[in-house]
């Protein structure tokens, strides 16, 4: 499997998603859409091997400028965790992308 890196989002056994966060100096973290967070190695231990599903790529996914999801930059955006560069956002829950 692909290191995870912070703002990754992966899908576990089961088929749930997660978005990871934190730095791996103090452990990487993982939040589904309901809220539930647990370490990368609970979530591997209980529903199975993490699948990379979307990694940001683009400087502005990244810095924070644009949706992690799709990439707009013109709409409403709701904080979405934290990345590499710092604050991650997402598109208001309307976005267009899953």
Request: glycine share 12%.
């Amino acid at each position: 499997m692909t290191e995870l890196r912070p703002a990754d989002t992966v899908a576990d056994g089961v088929g749930h998603l997660w978005f990871i966060h934190g730095h791996h100096a103090f452990g990487l973290h993982a939040t589904n859409a309901i809220g539930t967070c647990a370490t990368v190695a609970d979530i591997t231990r209980m529903f199975g091997d993490l699948k990379l599903v979307y990694r940001p790529t683009t400087r502005d996914q990244l810095d924070g400028v644009a949706c992690i999801r799709c990439g707009r930059t013109d709409t409403p955006m709701v904080p979405a965790g934290s990345g590499p560069r710092g604050q991650l956002f997402t598109c208001s829950p309307t976005c267009p992308t899953p």
